[in-house]
């Protein structure tokens, strides 16, 4: 199909270990997201690129996270030194602009990390 | 601070009946509100919106209503159908409307 894939689908990681997630959007769609979702919470922002400019950054947790789109495509969210707190789903959306209106986000089905 | 809220986990509801989920919000520089719909190992799927120069919005089976003085808004599905059993999440965009808020979710369970 030509929605938001995301790989791994689950990532098991040791605390202290360094993950990288995937998340391809769907073609021509301007505008990226990450989330962050904890088990039994609602997604919490985390970042958002347009093309390739990271225009919002407000919802990193710390500087241990770290999100790139350098080709205004495909795009990786970057956790350094994981913890257990850090174990969620993370979720990528994209739309297919930004701009001064609502723009519809379409999600991906997220990466499940769990960090032991 | 929960900017959006909705503060029943769950709900059951029978076939055939209407559900209303609820959905509180404390940030009265919203103008714009969003319901998505997930289901287990899927990603969030827009549902309805409703922009807050209107008091109501209808798709089929689906109804937003929005009390801008009392901020609460609630989606009515009728009839609600065994396929509608999924987490609903309302949700309110700022920051340009690129920053999504999202509130905990209702688990709606329609028993057939």
């Known amino acids: 199909g030509a929605g938001v894939s995301q790989s791994p689908r689950y990532k098991v990681a040791k605390r202290g270990q360094d993950v990288a997630l995937r998340c391809d959007p769907i073609?021509?769609?301007?505008?990226l997201f990450w989330y962050q979702q904890a088990l039994g919470q609602g997604p919490e922002f985390l970042t958002y690129?347009?093309?390739?400019?990271?225009?919002?950054k407000s919802g990193l947790p710390s500087d241990r996270f770290f999100a790139e789109r350098p080709e205004g495509s495909v795009s990786t969210l970057k956790i350094q030194r994981t913890q257990q707190e850090d174990s969620a789903v993370y979720l990528c959306?994209?739309?297919?602009?930004?701009?001064?209106?609502?723009?519809?986000?379409?999600f991906g089905p997220g990466t499940r990390l769990t960090v032991l | 601070d929960q900017q959006v809220k909705q503060n029943s986990p769950s709900l059951s509801v029978q076939e055939g009946r209407i559900s209303i989920l609820n959905c509180d919000y404390t940030?009265?520089?919203?103008?714009?509100f969003l319901w998505y719909k997930k289901y287990p190992a899927e990603g969030p799927t827009f549902l309805i919106s409703?922009?807050?120069?209107?008091d109501k919005n209808e798709d089929g089976r689906f109804t937003v209503f929005l009390n801008k003085s009392a901020k609460h808004l609630s989606l009515h599905i009728v009839p609600s159908q065994p396929g509608d059993s999924a987490v609903y999440f309302c949700?309110?965009?700022?920051?340009?409307?690129?920053?999504?808020?999202f509130g905990t979710g209702t688990k709606l369970q329609v028993i057939p």
């Open positions: 959306a994209s739309s297919l602009a930004g701009g001064s209106s609502y723009n519809e986000q379409f």
């Open positions: 073609s021509g769609h301007v505008s």
């Open positions: 690129f347009q093309n390739e400019a990271q225009l919002d």
């Open positions: 940030n009265s520089m919203f103008d714009y």
């Open positions: 409703i922009s807050s120069i209107k």
């Open positions: 949700a309110a965009p700022s920051g340009g409307y690129q920053k999504v808020t």
